[in-house]
C-alpha cells in the first residue's frame, strides 16, 4: 500500500489540493502569511470578515491570554469591501492562492449588497457568511443564534451569488440546538456549513477589577473550545450526513485536525494556532497527512466521518 | 531631519530555533541573550523579537514580544540576539528561567524600526525604565552617522533604570531621573528634556517605554518643531499582522485617522501622527467609526 495519501478535499462544488485553510481573522488576507510558508499550497485562504463600510473595530485592549485560548473582541476591523477588492483579493489572485471571502453585515440587505459586490469577481473559490454578527435591526441578536434571521441571510447571499460559488454558513456553538441552525441554513441554500465561530467568553482584571477587555466580553477561541467544536461537528454531520462541513476551533497540531476529519469535516481552518506558529497552516497540513497514512487511510475523503461507523466496522 | 518617513524596507521576519546561551541580573530587570540564526543580520534598531512561551504543550497560546536590546553577528553561533525582560508575567517568567542550552522559538526581526537622519543632527534618545533596551543600538548607529547623542533613563526608582554604565559609554552625554530621587535627578524625563533640547540644540528625539511618556516626548518636540520618533507597546496577539489586537489611532500621510497595527506599521511611530489622547479608544472621526449606539456593538 502506498502511504501518498491523496489529501484532496471537496467542499460543495469545489476541490481543493489540501484539507487544511486558514480561519477569517487569524490569517488577515494572507500576505503576511506568505512570508512563513507557501500560501498557494494550502487549501485556501479564509480572509477575514468583510463588511460594506470601512469599520474601525473595537477599543483596545482587543484580546486576553485565557488557559489555552485566548479572548478577543476586534470587531471586525476592515477596510470595506471596495478596498478589500481592490487590494487584498487582487494580491491574493495574483499571488494565485485559493480564496474563500468571508462577508459581514449588520442586516440581511447588507449581506446582499456584499453578494453582490462580490458576483463578478474572480479569484473567488467560495463564500463564507459570518452570521455570528448582531443584527442592527433586530436589538443587536446574532443571526446565527435564531434559525430565522440565519435562513434569511443565507436566502438573500445565495439569491446574488453564481451558482458555480459555493456558499458556507458559519456558526455560532453559542446556542441550544445547532444541529437545527444548520438545518435552517442548508434549506436557505447554504451549500456547506463552517464550524465553530468563537464562543463568548469574559475576563475580569483583577488589579484594576474591571473586565479585560474594553468590548467587556470577547470571543473565546483556541484549543480550550476543540471539545465543544469537535462535539458540534459530530451533531451536524448526524443530523446533515451529506452536507459538507469546513470544521475548526483550537486546531494546533495534526492530530488535532484529525479529530474534526474523523467527526465528520470534509476540510479544517487553523486560526488561533497561527498566532503562536505562523505557519501551523501548512505544518497541520503534513502532519494530518502523517496520521492519516500511519491509519491505513489512501485518502482524505475515507476517512471523513469515520468516527460514526458502526461498533466492529473497520478499515 | 528625519530622512524618510520610515525605515529601511521589511525584509520579512523569519522563525528561527534559538538556544539560550545566558541569563543575567540587572537591576529588576534579566538579560537573556540567545542564538538565533540570521537574525542578527537582518534586525536594525527598533525592531522587536516574538518568543513562544511555556514550551510543548503549553496552556500560553501567545508570543511574548520584546525590544531587541542588541545583536552580535560575529557570534560563533551564527549570530546572537540580546534582550531585556521585566519578569512580571507567567510568560516573562517562564522565559527568564531558561538553563543555557535550552531551545526557545522565535520569530524576529519585527516590526518597523526607528528610522534615522540623513544629516549629522545632534539627538535626543530617551528610555523609560527598560524601555531603554533599543535605545543603546540606535546611539552606537546614530554616532556612526556623526550625530551627537544625549541620552536620557528614566524610571520610577534606581533598580528600575536599565543601562546606566552602558549609557555613560556610549552616549555623549547621560542624564537619568527617578520618580523617588534614589539615582539622578528626581522627577520625570520630560523635566530635564528642554535643558537638554536647549543646551545641545537637539533636532529629533527618539523615545521608548510607557505611552504617558511617550505622549509627553511628542508634545515637546511638536512645540518645537522638531521630530520625534516613539516605540509603543500595545497587547500583541500574533505580532505579524494578522490579528488586529495591536491597534492604536494614527493619522496616515492622507490626514486620515485609522486604527493602525502597532506590530506591523509601527512599533515606532512619528510622535505627530499618534492620537495620545485617544490612545484605548476609537476617536470619532476615525476611518470606520461606529456612527450610533447601536452601530457599535459586533464580535
Ligand atoms: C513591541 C513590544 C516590545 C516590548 N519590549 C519589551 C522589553 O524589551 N522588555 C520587556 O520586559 N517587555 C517588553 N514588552 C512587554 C512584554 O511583551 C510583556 O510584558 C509580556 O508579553 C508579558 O507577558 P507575561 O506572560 O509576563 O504577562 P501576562 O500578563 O500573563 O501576559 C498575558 C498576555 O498579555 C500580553 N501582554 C501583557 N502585558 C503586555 C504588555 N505590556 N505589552 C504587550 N503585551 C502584553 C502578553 O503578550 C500575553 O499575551 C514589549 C511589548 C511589545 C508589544
Ligand atoms: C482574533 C480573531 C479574529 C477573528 N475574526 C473573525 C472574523 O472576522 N470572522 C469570522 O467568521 N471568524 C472570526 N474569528 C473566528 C475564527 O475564524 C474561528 O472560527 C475561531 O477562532 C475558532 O478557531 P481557532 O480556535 O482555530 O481560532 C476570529 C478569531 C480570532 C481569534
Ligand atoms: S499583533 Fe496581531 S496584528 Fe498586530
Known amino acids: ?132 454578527c448582531p443584527n442592527v435591526e433586530s436589538r443587536g441578536q446574532v443571526f446565527a443564534c435564531d434559525p430565522r434571521a440565519a435562513s434569511s441571510v443565507i436566502h438573500a447571499v445565495r439569491r446574488h451569488t453564481g451558482a458555480q460559488t459555493p456558499i458556507f454558513a458559519k456558526l455560532s456553538p453559542d446556542v441550544t440546538d445547532i444541529a437545527d441552525i444548520a438545518q435552517a441554513c442548508v434549506s436557505a441554500g447554504a451549500d456547506g456549513l463552517s464550524m465553530i465561530n468563537t464562543t463568548l467568553g469574559m475576563v475580569i482584571n483583577t488589579d484594576t477589577m474591571r473586565p479585560a477587555l474594553a468590548g467587556i466580553t470577547g470571543g473565546l477561541s483556541g484549543p480550550a473550545i476543540r471539545p465543544m467544536a469537535v462535539r458540534c461537528v459530530w451533531q451536524v454531520r448526524k443530523a446533515l450526513p451529506d452536507v459538507p462541513i469546513l470544521g475548526m476551533g483550537g486546531i494546533a497540531n495534526g492530530l488535532d485536525a484529525l479529530q474534526f476529519i474523523l467527526a465528520g469535516a470534509n476540510a479544517v481552518s487553523v486560526g488561533t494556532a497561527t498566532f503562536n506558529d505562523p505557519s501551523a497552516p501548512w505544518r497541520i497540513h503534513n502532519e494530518l497527512a502523517a496520521a492519516l497514512a500511519d491509519r491505513g487511510f489512501r485518502s482524505l475523503a475515507d476517512a471523513v466521518g469515520h468516527a460514526h461507523r458502526e461498533e466492529g466496522v473497520n478499515l | 531631519m528625519a530622512s524618510k518617513r520610515f525605515g529601511k524596507p521589511d525584509a520579512g521576519p523569519i522563525q528561527v530555533r534559538g538556544e539560550v546561551l545566558a541569563v543575567r541580573r540587572s537591576g529588576d530587570y534579566y538579560v537573556l541573550v540567545f542564538a538565533a540564526p540570521g537574525v542578527a543580520e537582518a534586525t536594525a534598531p527598533g525592531n522587536f523579537v516574538a518568543i513562544a512561551v511555556g514550551g510543548q504543550p503549553t496552556a500560553m497560546l501567545l508570543r511574548r514580544c520584546f525590544s531587541i536590546h542588541r545583536v552580535d553577528t560575529a557570534g560563533a553561533l551564527g549570530g546572537t540576539v540580546e534582550i531585556v525582560v521585566d519578569a512580571h508575567g ?125 505622549a509627553g516626548l511628542a508634545k515637546v518636540a511638536q512645540e518645537r518643531g522638531i521630530v520625534s520618533q516613539c516605540a509603543v507597546e500595545e497587547a500583541m496577539a500574533c505580532g505579524v499582522g494578522v490579528c488586529m489586537t495591536c491597534v492604536l489611532p494614527v493619522i496616515g500621510s492622507d490626514g486620515v485617522t485609522r486604527m493602525t497595527r502597532s506590530c506591523t506599521d509601527g512599533p515606532v511611530f512619528f510622535g505627530d501622527q499618534v492620537r495620545w489622547d485617544s490612545v484605548g479608544t476609537v476617536p470619532s472621526d476615525c476611518l470606520g467609526a461606529p456612527v450610533s449606539a447601536t452601530g457599535g456593538a459586533q464580535r
Open chain 1, 1 to 132: 500500500m502506498s502511504n501518498v495519501v491523496d489529501m484532496r478535499a471537496n467542499l460543495a462544488s469545489v476541490t481543493l489540493p489540501s484539507p487544511v485553510l486558514t480561519a477569517s481573522g487569524c490569517a488577515a488576507a494572507g500576505r503576511e502569511l506568505d512570508k512563513f510558508f507557501d500560501v498557494t499550497a494550502i487549501g485556501a485562504v479564509v480572509t477575514k470578515s468583510i463588511m460594506v463600510q470601512p469599520r474601525s473595530g473595537r477599543p483596545t485592549p482587543r484580546m486576553a491570554e485565557t488557559p489555552a485560548g485566548m479572548l478577543n473582541s476586534i470587531g471586525l476591523q476592515g477596510p470595506g469591501i471596495e478596498e478589500f477588492i481592490s487590494k487584498d483579493l487582487r494580491w491574493l489572485r495574483e499571488r494565485g492562492a485559493r480564496t474563500v471571502v468571508s462577508i459581514a453585515g449588520g442586516s440581511v440587505n447588507e449581506f446582499a449588497e456584499l453578494a453582490n459586490r462580490l458576483r463578478h469577481e474572480e479569484g473567488i473559490a467560495a463564500l463564507e457568511v459570518n452570521i455570528s
Open chain 2, 90 to 214: 507567567p510568560g516573562t517568567k517562564w522565559l527568564v528561567e531558561r538553563a543555557v542550552g535550552d531551545p526557545i522559538d522565535v520569530i524576529a526581526p519585527l516590526g518597523r524600526p526607528f528610522s534615522l537622519p540623513k544629516d549629522p543632527v545632534p539627538c535626543v534618545l530617551v528610555g523609560g525604565g527598560y524601555g531603554s533596551a533599543p535605545l543603546f543600538m540606535l546611539a552606537d548607529r546614530l554616532r556612526e552617522r556623526g550625530c551627537r547623542v544625549d541620552l536620557v533613563l528614566g524610571a520610577a526608582t534606581e533598580s528600575r533604570l536599565f543601562g546606566v554604565v552602558d549609557g555613560r559609554r556610549r552616549a555623549s552625554s547621560l542624564t537619568i531621573t527617578t520618580d523617588d530621587g534614589s539615582l539622578g535627578t528626581k522627577g520625570r524625563v520630560t523635566d530635564v528634556l528642554d535643558r537638554l533640547l536647549d543646551d545641545h540644540g537637539g533636532q529629533v528625539i527618539y523615545g521608548c517605554g510607557p505611552m504617558g511618556m511617550l
